[in-house]
């Protein structure tokens, strides 16, 4: 059995190293683009995107890419901001400890993997040749 009295919640460090090892893991073609994406870790989002998304619980959020996807980008409308990848720890925790049949690292690697599709415009299909979640 295990002895859970000096176990700790993951931080957002931990969040962090387990997404950027979905990213080092991602096919070649995607690894570099996906580099230049800002990745933060903050424990939920701000009330300000929950407001607009429309959300009343963060606990609904694990993630949210901001930026403008790949496919729609055009030299002749520069972006002013960074493409960003929010992860949210304290969401990713509580989907984790309320499925309990899934590893936390399976789970953010779902959870990059989506985020990231937005970002490179990714369908349902691509998705699945790069995470098999389901299996």
Do not use: C
């Amino acid at each position: 059995m295990t002895d859970w009295t000096e176990a700790t919640a993951p931080s957002a460090a931990d969040i962090e190293a387990l997404a950027r090892e979905v990213l080092a893991g991602l096919p070649a073609e995607f690894a570099g683009p996906a580099a230049q994406v800002i990745l933060r870790v903050e424990d939920f989002a701000g009330e300000d995107v929950l407001d607009e998304l429309e959300i009343d619980d963060p606990l609904e959020l694990t993630g949210l890419y901001d930026g403008v996807p790949e496919t729609e980008k055009m030299a002749s409308q520069p972006q002013h901001f960074p493409d960003t990848v929010w992860l949210f720890r304290r969401a990713i925790l509580d989907e984790w400890a309320e499925r309990g049949d899934v590893a936390l690292g399976a789970l953010v690697r779902n959870v990059v993997i989506h985020e990231f599709a937005h970002h490179f415009g990714w369908s349902d299909g691509d998705i699945a040749s790069i995470d098999r979640w389901w299996e």
